[in-house]
């Protein structure tokens, strides 16, 4: 790019390096418009005759097109682009949805020179309209080859963030208790839906049990069978693992337990098991309080089918101190 200042009559079709005010603060134009032949009589009618402008030079593409291509490319899922002013393409959830994110393919993107993108958290849970990432690229104008670099290594590595739609979730509740199932019931069914709430939905199936290995396991089987895309497990106690009570239930159920303990605060002692493709959580001590806990960082990729690993419960460290 070379900036330079010239006569408005010349100004036609070079970009704009600084936002022009009236004399009495009303904007005219903004950095980096595309100075149109209306654009430069009305410049002249303001008494202008002289603006400060740039032009784009071999191997250079507007800022406009850059970020729309690089937005093109990251996202994927519900997802609908808005080019925005100042050099930005916005990204937004066209329906419910969880964002997942590629955190390592973000940081070596964001290395380059060219461009900035800015994400929702990993799993973060997205109403409708709303964004969950913007591009931003630097002023007027970017280099084709840094650009090109740039998509080369999304094409190759895979898009940084999808929007996964969370269409007709249904979660199934169960509520545990050592003397009666239907106490827990009491204590945490407002606190329960309070959470579901907050991610659109409500508990579909909801069943209370005595807190003993063959009634949970029981409670566990029925609430299969009804295929919800998601199972809670909320106790009056804290189970110690999967030896507990609820751990063992949950083996005698058929499932397979994939993580006991999460690197977050509040909710440390969640355990999380499968059976087939349904995730079962049990979150001691998560369902007292609508504050936020480990409950609301795993809920929105359940609730979206995406199969959570142990691996990526242990990823939940950094940002997991919620309290």
């Known amino acids: 790019m070379r900036a330079q200042?010239?006569?408005?009559?010349?100004?036609?079709?070079?970009?704009?390096?600084?936002?022009i005010f009236r004399p009495g603060g009303k904007k005219l134009l903004?950095?980096?418009?595309?100075?149109?032949?209306?654009?430069?009589?009305?410049?002249?009618?303001e008494g202008l005759a002289e603006v400060w402008v740039t032009e784009l030079e071999d191997g250079e593409i507007g800022e406009d097109e850059?970020?729309?291509?690089?937005?093109?490319?990251?996202?994927?899922?519900?997802?609908?682009?808005?080019?925005?002013?100042?050099?930005?393409?916005?990204l937004f959830a066209t329906e419910p949805s969880c964002v997942l994110v590629d955190d390592?393919?973000?940081?070596?993107?964001?290395?380059?020179?060219s461009v900035a993108i800015a994400t929702s958290l990993n799993f973060a849970y997205?109403?409708?309209?709303?964004?969950?990432?913007?591009v931003k690229s630097i002023p007027f104008a970017v280099s084709k080859s840094q650009l090109e670099a740039v998509i080369s290594i999304v094409k190759e590595r895979g898009p940084i963030l999808q929007a996964r739609p969370i269409r007709t979730p249904s979660v199934g509740v169960l509520y545990t208790d050592p003397l009666n199932g239907e106490r827990a019931r009491q204590l945490f069914e407002n606190i329960m839906r309070q959470r579901l709430e907050r991610m659109g939905?409500?508990?579909?199936?909801?069943?209370?049990?005595?807190?003993?290995?063959?009634?949970?396991?029981?409670?566990?089987?029925?609430?299969?069978?009804?295929?919800?895309t998601t199972i809670l497990i909320a106790s009056t106690t804290a189970p110690a693992g999967p030896d507990d009570v609820v751990g063992r239930a949950?083996?005698?159920?058929?499932?397979?337990?994939?993580?006991?303990?999460?690197?977050?605060?509040?909710?440390?002692?969640?355990l999380l098991g499968y059976k087939d493709d349904v995730p079962i959580v049990s979150a001691p001590g998560c369902f007292r309080s609508a504050k936020p806990n480990v409950v609301d960082l795993v809920l929105p990729p359940m609730l979206a089918r995406y199969h959570v690993t142990g691996w990526e419960i242990a990823c939940l460290g950094l940002g997991g101190l919620l309290a």
């Not at 200042?5 to 936002?19: N, Y």
């Not at 903004?30 to 009618?45: C, F, P, Q």
């Not at 949950?250 to 969640?270: D, K, S, T, Y």
């Open 126 to 134: 997205a109403r409708a309209g709303q964004r969950v990432a913007t």
């Open 201 to 228: 939905t409500c508990a579909t199936f909801v069943l209370a049990s005595l807190e003993e290995e063959g009634a949970v396991a029981r409670s566990l089987q029925h609430l299969l069978r009804g295929r919800p």
């Open 30 to 45: 903004a950095k980096g418009h595309v100075i149109s032949e209306e654009d430069a009589r009305m410049l002249e009618t």
């Open 5 to 19: 200042t010239i006569d408005v009559k010349a100004a036609t079709g070079r970009i704009l390096c600084s936002t």
């Open 104 to 113: 390592e393919l973000l940081k070596q993107i964001n290395c380059t020179s």
């Open 66 to 90: 850059a970020v729309m291509e690089v937005a093109t490319e990251i996202g994927c899922g519900s997802l609908e682009i808005r080019l925005a002013a100042g050099g930005r393409a916005n």
């Open 250 to 270: 949950m083996l005698r159920a058929g499932c397979q337990i994939e993580r006991f303990l999460a690197p977050v605060e509040p909710g440390n002692l969640l």
